[in-house]
């Protein structure tokens, strides 16, 4: 396979994978901020079942897919993400929760939220890259 064909495939395999995404969120109701606060505060525990098919879904993914392949589709060899832990991401976390919780909304389902038209998503978003500019800026300082 050749490189422009590796990488329109790659492209292809990205848009169809958020495609997939945002139909799933959307079908889920999790790009409602009122269904997923409801979620959080207790009072609806659908998203709790859509979000642990999530995670076996991923799991069962990471796990059978490297034996059942030999190597991915359009890459050489299947990658390890290695997990650090340090204080910036325990603190990015809390921060990210906090923000969760308060307006009910996380960047992937206010992205599809706008694209079935919810426009006041976009003060989430705003709010999401504010936070990302001003951490990205505090690591830049520091270092």
């Given at each position: 396979?050749n490189?422009i ?14 495609a997939l ?8 109701t999790?790009i ?6 409801s ?8 998203l ?7 995670v076996m ?10 034996r ?8 050489d060899h ?8 340090n204080r910036?991401t ?6 990210f ?22 426009l ?7 709010g999401?890259?504010l ?13």
């Amino acid at each position: 396979m050749n490189n422009i064909n590796l990488k329109l495939g790659r492209v292809l395999a990205t848009l169809a994978a958020g495609a997939l995404f945002g139909f799933g969120l959307s079908v889920s109701t999790m790009i409602r901020p009122e269904v997923v606060l409801s979620f959080l505060r207790f009072q609806d525990f659908g998203l709790m079942l859509v979000m642990g098919g999530a995670v076996m879904v991923v799991v069962m993914t990471y796990k059978l897919a490297p034996r059942l392949m030999g190597r991915p589709l359009f890459d050489d060899h299947f990658h390890v993400h290695p997990s650090t832990w340090n204080r910036d991401t325990a603190m990015g976390a809390a921060l990210f929760g906090v923000g969760w919780g308060l307006c009910g909304v996380c960047p992937g389902p206010a992205i599809a939220g706008l694209g079935a038209g919810n426009l006041d998503l976009l003060w989430a978003l705003a709010g999401i890259a504010l936070g990302a500019l001003v951490q990205g800026l505090r690591m830049k300082s520091s270092t």
